[in-house]
């Protein structure tokens, strides 16, 4: 391929943007551009913290002036058709550009359920949108009573920002308990206490049926068990669909989790263009079946990839693990690979360890806080495949430990004997380091 590779990316949050640095690092002459819809782009994680932390849409954005530092040229456009003959893409202003290579990071947009009531003004979604933002931040300053209706991560984060604004939030969840389909249910029952002690109501079990409004504004929501709980805003939070629009109306394969569809080199059913992120299908790193999983984590680690293999088809997709970290309060929960549920279901004979320790040494040292770990290993190749973490501000890095042990199949041995380096300011003691206390733990059961 030529010096002057054309690179065409769609998409500048958290894979687009990714992928085009990353490609500029493996070529400095190739032009790539950057193609997005909106003005400025939402730094998609920080989202939640906007409302109760930052307190201003403006210092939650994309840095783009790291494009311009990369000679990275961008577009504010939307991009309305792709012609994979020409090997071209129009936009809603008129233009056409062509490519070499295309890269699709279209994202995904909040899932908008069949409720009665959900089109009443004042509902709201974690949409990654400034201006939308901005309004939902302005209409936060006239309302005292929230409830959100989803007790997933996006649900519980949001929770805790309205609470620090001191709304009267309540959750309303599906399923037996908030973050169920993350965590196992010792961990969210850790997770429910913090909310409800931070004075979140959190009714679990129960379904919105239908959001109650007057004159075309919302007022309330009634659950299935009757109940009504008053509201000025509600904000929904159950989850994501790809955006794929494009990628359908240019005849691209379409994954069983509606992602499109991409080999082990993020290549779509077309070998000139490729997908990262949530709009990508994602297929699991332990079963190799597609999983429903997005995460930006996942976005940027694939943009790096496809970022090399826009000029040859050299990184490969492991699959999904799956890292994670959420924060309630003083509280943190991360989670990497399989819990010990979602393990057994994919038909694993598990053997878990556990441990807890004071996440400094000695345990009197200032802030220092109990960390628990959990780690979950195949008893037949005595592999760790999982392992989830409840503590202070050290667990989501603990977690990414547990998700490097899991990608390079380390065994209960070996993770009982990883090499770590310790500090009382910093880390649990040395002598009681959970993740090796875990996998002894794990040995003694197995
Ligand atoms: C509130 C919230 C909190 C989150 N917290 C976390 C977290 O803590 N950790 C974590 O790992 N993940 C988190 N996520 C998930 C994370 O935000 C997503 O996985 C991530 O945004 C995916 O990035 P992406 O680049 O694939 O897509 P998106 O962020 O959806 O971006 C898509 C981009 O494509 C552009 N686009 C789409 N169609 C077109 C078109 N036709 N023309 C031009 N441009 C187009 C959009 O304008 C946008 O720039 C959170 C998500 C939300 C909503």
């Known amino acids: 391929m030529s010096e002057k590779t054309k690179i065409l990316i769609i998409g500048s949050s958290a894979a687009g943007f ?27 994680c920080g989202i939640p913290y906007v409302f109760g932390t930052i307190h201003d849409v403006e210092k939650n954005l994309m840095p783009d002036q790291a494009l311009a530092n990369n000679n990275i040229k961008l577009v504010i456009d939307e991009v309305k058709a792709i012609n994979r003959e020409r090997k071209t893409v129009s936009l809603l202003s008129g233009q056409e550009m062509d490519y070499d290579k295309l890269v699709l990071c279209t994202g995904s947009n909040p899932i ?49 920002e309205f609470r620090k604004r001191g709304l009267n939030v309540t959750i309303v969840e599906l399923l037996p308990h908030c973050l169920q389909l993350a965590f196992d249910e010792e961990y969210c029952v850790m997770a429910e206490e913090k909310l409800r002690e931070r004075g979140v109501h959190v009714i679990t079990n129960n379904k919105a049926e239908e959001i109650i409004g007057k004159n075309g504004k919302v007022e309330g929501v009634r659950l299935a068990s009757g109940e009504e709980l008053k509201a ?46 949530d709009c990508a299908e994602k297929f699991s790193f332990f079963t190799n079946k597609p999983t429903g999983l997005r995460l930006a984590s996942i976005a940027a680690r694939e943009a790096r990839i496809v970022g090399v293999n826009v000029y040859g088809l050299r990184r490969k997709n492991v699959g999904v693990i799956g890292s994670f970290a959420t924060i309630i309060g003083d509280l943190g929960l991360g989670v990497a690979g399989l819990t010990e549920k979602a393990a057994k279901d994919a038909g694993f004979d598990v053997v878990i360890g556990t441990a807890t320790a004071p996440d400094k040494h000695p345990g009197t040292m200032p802030n220092c806080k109990t960390l628990k770990v959990k780690l979950v290993f195949d008893r037949n190749t005595k592999a760790i495949i999982g392992g989830e973490v409840a503590g202070g501000s050290t667990t989501a890095e603990l977690t990414n430990i547990i998700s490097t042990m899991i990608e390079r199949k380390m065994t209960m041995d070996e993770v009982a004997t990883f090499q770590y380096g310790t500090h009382p300011a910093f880390t649990c003691s040395p002598v009681t380091y959970p993740i090796a206390f875990a996998a002894e733990d794990a040995i003694q059961k197995a």
């Open 18 to 44: 990714t992928c085009a640095l990353t490609a500029r690092k493996y070529n400095k002459d190739a032009e790539i551009t950057l193609i997005r819809k909106e003005k400025k782009t939402p730094v998609p």
């Open 112 to 160: 908008k359920p069949p409720i009665p009531g959900i089109d009443l003004e004042n509902v709201f979604f974690a949409k990654k949108d400034v201006e939308y933002l901005r309004q939902l931040l302005l209409k936060l300053e006239t309302v005292k009573d929230v409830v959100i209706i989803g007790g997933g991560f996006i649900g519980v984060e949001f929770a805790d």
């Open 232 to 277: 000025d805003i509600v904000f929904i939070g159950i989850g994501v669909r790809p955006e794929t629009t494009l990628a359908q109306e240019a005849g691209l394969k379409i994954g069983e989790m509606r992602g499109i569809w991409v080999n082990e080199y993020m290549q779509t059913s077309d070998e000139d263009i490729f997908a990262a992120g």
